[in-house]
């Protein structure tokens, strides 16, 4: 059989305007791979549908802005040139007229071109949208591949295209994102006392993770630190955001945009979980100064489970009785850590520290313990401020205790910034990446383009099932 594809467009009133062919496919006996359309057909026939229907488009279009909009006299042609536009169905040489500007509106022989007034950007907001959103969440050259493999648009992207419409996307958010501000708690508690009861607090885990630098000017050798995190609300889908806080020039703003996203209150306690790294801990107090910031249970307890192991591996026909001595004296620690007592805690660490350097014979377990035991005194006496009492807080239902903070770092760095070993990164590049990666792990690029662009609203429930 012989199948032929028509379109045709009709006017306000009902007449077909234009018939146009737009495919012509053959079928013989069934098979499996001649049922219905073939990928290479449907990509044809979406192309030629689309040609069709933005040439009437366009035409009309021109036809309306040929006269003057002032007097409505002819406006003179003074040539015409081509406009490139990328859709997510082709890409289309459109011919774009340009006329002299009427008398009545200058003196001055100054042309305009309507057609190419109309758009401004080449690149239609879908097919940006698509690039975006998914080369944020992969590599360039795979986005590259996925969408030509599965749109007919052939070979007009290429990673540098994508990658540079990517940056343009995120610098658009960022150019949104308001000012920053040294407070975003807005009022005072007066007034905050007026408002509904605020939910159970907000928890924020932040992490901080390191990619690949591009130069070698930047600290840590080759490396910069990025910084996550994600909120948890005690309701509600949890949101991560990411930046490069060497180059981010307005954090606070972006982690209230990210609360308020979901319905943070001025009356509304924030609790901060980190791992207690340096910049992280400087970092939840510069972000939100009234919250609460403690030191996330997780990295206490992981630390204290691999020192037991250390102690258990003690070799007990050299050291009898020391191995099981020593995992004793660490589970009086973490019963005082767990409690909040960080001066019994530490006094424990001290204690344990000076007999491990009098146990015998210094074997290489025994050295890593020392070393693990050294380091964890280091640690709690650098976050001595951030260690609440957690087993109060546990019976009372509060948060201790992230976990998702290691993940996360994994969820919104590793898997597309440095698992590409051979990826190197500037910290512009990064961060902005970061801006578009968030956002469409949290199923919110959608609307945002939404918001761009009006036309593409309202087909939300596609990214939620995605998200
Ligand atoms: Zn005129």
């Given at each position: 059989m012989k199948v032929r594809i028509q379109v045709t467009v009709e006017s306000d009133q009902g007449e077909?305007?234009?018939?146009?062919?737009?495919?012509e496919f053959e079928r013989g006996a069934l098979q499996p791979d001649a049922l219905g359309l073939t990928l290479a057909e449907a990509k044809a026939l979406l192309q030629g549908v689309q040609r069709t229907i933005v040439a009437e488009q366009t035409t009309a279009y021109l036809e309306g802005h040929r006269p003057c909009p002032a007097c409505q006299a002819p406006r003179r042609c003074k040539g015409h040139h081509q406009l490139v536009y990328r859709t997510v169905f082709g890409k289309l040489t459109l011919s774009s007229p340009r006329g002299y500007m009427c008398r009545c509106q200058t003196t001055e022989p100054r042309s305009v071109s309507p057609l190419a007034d109309l758009l401004p950007e080449r690149t239609a907001p879908e097919l940006l949208y698509l690039e975006a959103k998914f080369a944020a969440l992969m590599s360039y050259g795979v986005t590259v591949d996925v969408l030509g493999e599965l749109l007919p648009i052939g070979a007009q992207l290429n990673a540098t295209t994508v990658q540079r419409h990517l940056l343009r996307v995120a610098e658009r958010m960022e150019h949104e994102l308001g000012e920053e501000q040294v407070m975003f708690v807005e009022g005072c508690p007066a007034e905050w006392e007026r408002l509904s009861p605020p939910d159970a607090p907000l928890t924020v885990g932040l992490d901080g993770g390191y990619v690949h630098a591009l130069d070698d000017r930047s600290r840590k050798a080759g490396w910069f630190e990025v910084i996550v995190g994600k909120s948890l609300p005690d309701e509600g889908a949890s949101k991560c955001f990411g930046f490069v806080h060497t180059y981010d020039t307005k954090p606070k703003r972006r982690l209230f945009e990210v609360l308020r996203s979901q319905g943070m209150q001025a009356n509304q306690q924030v609790t901060f979980l980190s791992d207690g790294g340096d910049t992280v801990r400087e970092l939840q107090m510069y972000l939100h100064p009234e919250a609460e910031h403690l030191l996330d249970w997780f990295n206490i307890s992981m630390r204290m489970t691999v020192m037991g192991q250390m102690a258990k591996g003690l070799a007990p026909r050299e050291v009898p009785e020391a191995g099981s001595d020593v995992e004793r004296q660490l589970e009086r620690i973490k019963w005082y850590l767990w409690h909040g007592n960080v001066f019994r805690a530490l006094q424990g660490l001290e204690d344990l520290t000076m007999d491990l350097d009098d146990l015998?014979?210094?074997?290489?377990?025994?050295?890593?313990?020392?070393k693990a035991v050294h380091e964890f005194l280091g640690y709690i006496t650098a976050n001595k401020a951030f260690i609440p009492n957690y087993?109060?807080?546990?019976?009372?239902?509060?948060?201790?205790?992230?976990?998702?903070a290691e993940s996360t770092v994994n969820q919104i760095v590793s898997r597309r910034m440095v698992k590409q070993q051979q990826m190197r990164w500037t910290q512009r590049g990064a961060h902005l990446l970061l801006q578009v990666r968030t956002q469409a792990l949290n199923g919110d690029l959608h609307a945002t383009f939404g918001r761009w662009y009006p036309g593409m609203q309202g087909d939300l429930h596609q990214e939620q099932e995605a998200a």
């Open positions: 077909a305007q234009c018939v146009e062919d737009v495919a015998e014979p210094v074997t290489e377990g025994l050295k890593k313990l020392r087993g109060d807080r546990y019976r009372h239902g509060e948060t201790i205790s992230t976990a998702f």
